[in-house]
Every structure is written in C-alpha cells, then in structure tokens.
C-alpha cells in the first residue's frame, strides 16, 4: 500500500502570489482533508473533499480553494497570499467508508509567504 | 462544536520516567478520539485511537490512553520514556457522522526526555 505524498516539500512566494500545493492519495481512498498548521499550533482544517466535491470546509476565506481528481490526487490553491499564511500543509486521506475514521498524512509542504 | 485541550505546552521526564500528557476534549455528540506524534519535520502518525467499546486502548511504541467520558479526558501514557519517544503530540478528536472525518487539533505537547 503506497503512503500519502505532498509536492513540493518546501515553497517560498511572496506576498500576493498565488501558490498550489498537491497532494496524491493512497489508492481507493476518496477522502482527502487539508490541514494548515502555523508555527508552534496544532493542525488547524482547511477543508475535505469526497469523491471530487467538497464536503466540509473550516474557518477559511474563499481565497482557500481546491480540487480532488479522479486518480486520487488533490490540490489546494491559494490565492493573494499574506504573511499569515506561512505555515506547514498536510494533506490526509481516508477511504471515507462508515465505520473507518482513521486518516493517514503525508509530511506536509512547507510554505513561507515573504 | 467539539475542542480539544493539551495542558502542559512543554512535558519533560526522565528516560525510563513514566510519561502522561494530557486531554480534555469538549463534544456534543459521542467523540472519536486520537493522539498522533509528530517528528521534527515530519507529517503526523496515528499512535492511538478511540472510536467504540474498550476505553483503554494501546497503541504503537508502547502508549496508551484511557477514554473516561465523566471526566471528559483522554490522557496518553507510557510506562517508561525511551529518548526515541521525543517528539510533538498532539489530541485530536472527530464527530461521529458519515463522511465527516474533519479533525479538531489541541496545540500540541512537545515531549522532552532527560537522558
């Protein structure tokens, strides 16, 4: 069983840019969550997407966005990045079926916003 | 709406000590209940859970935690320290519903063993 891998592992981008990180799931796994954890802070939830739509979103503006694709590889986009925004993001899979509640993550990208 | 809180930002003991980090969580529906660690520049790995049934549940590297819903706790322990267990832990828990998988972090406690 292959593990959950994030793309790129680090990024530098300046303040109002646009960046996307990607992330490829573990096979049948059609559940995909976004995590961002600042410096110093538990994982804190962007949002979660089953079988290509999203299905749950935390405390984050609109500029917070993403894809999941049929090949069980997803993205999160941001745009007009602020300082605020340098943090680690990890992306979790799970096959998304009652009774599994058990998420598997990848090692994060790590993003400094400039 | 569910939370979690990790008393003690900071834990360090003795190698071979006993080790206890703490969790309270904060739940209107049954909770299920993680802990995962996390090395240095690394993502998160799934030490334990609670989901059903027993309360006291083991997990990988020797810990394990005891749900006690009276006390709404989930506290980790391992009986003794090994200087590999250093690293930052964190409690998480989830709502029940199908498809709802969203975890809610604690801040985290970063465990120090003493050699």
């Known amino acids: 069983e292959t593990g959950v891998t994030q793309s790129p592992t680090h990024l530098i981008k300046t303040r109002g840019q646009q960046v996307t990180l990607r992330c490829s799931s573990q096979s049948g796994h059609n559940t995909v969550s976004w995590y961002q954890q600042a410096l110093g802070q538990g994982p804190q939830f962007i949002f979660q997407y089953y079988r290509e739509e999203e299905n749950g979103r935390g405390n984050f503006p609109p500029r917070f966005s993403g894809l999941q694709f049929p090949n069980y590889s997803s993205e999160l986009n941001v745009n007009a990045l602020e300082l605020d925004d340098s943090a680690l993001y990890l992306c979790a899979s799970s096959p998304g079926d009652p009774g599994s509640y058990e998420q598997y993550f990848g090692p994060g990208t790590r993003l400094t916003v400039t | ?115």
Not at chain 2, 33 to 38: A, D, E, G, K
Request: with cysteine; net charge neutral; charged share 15%.
């Open chain 2, 1 to 115: 709406a569910q939370s979690v809180t990790q008393l003690g930002s900071h834990v360090s003991v003795s190698e071979g000590a006993l080790v206890l980090l703490r969790c309270n969580y904060s739940s209107s529906v049954p909770p299920y209940l993680f802990w995962y660690v996390q090395y240095p520049n690394q993502g998160l790995q799934l030490l334990l859970k609670y989901t059903t049934g027993a309360t006291l549940v083991k997990g990988i590297n020797g810990f394990e935690a005891e749900f006690k819903k009276s006390e709404t706790s989930f506290h980790l322990t391992k009986p003794s320290a090994h200087m590999s267990d250093a690293a930052e832990y964190f409690c998480a828990v989830s709502a029940s519903a199908f498809g709802n998988e969203k975890l809610t972090f604690g801040t985290g406690t970063r465990l120090t063993i003493i050699p």
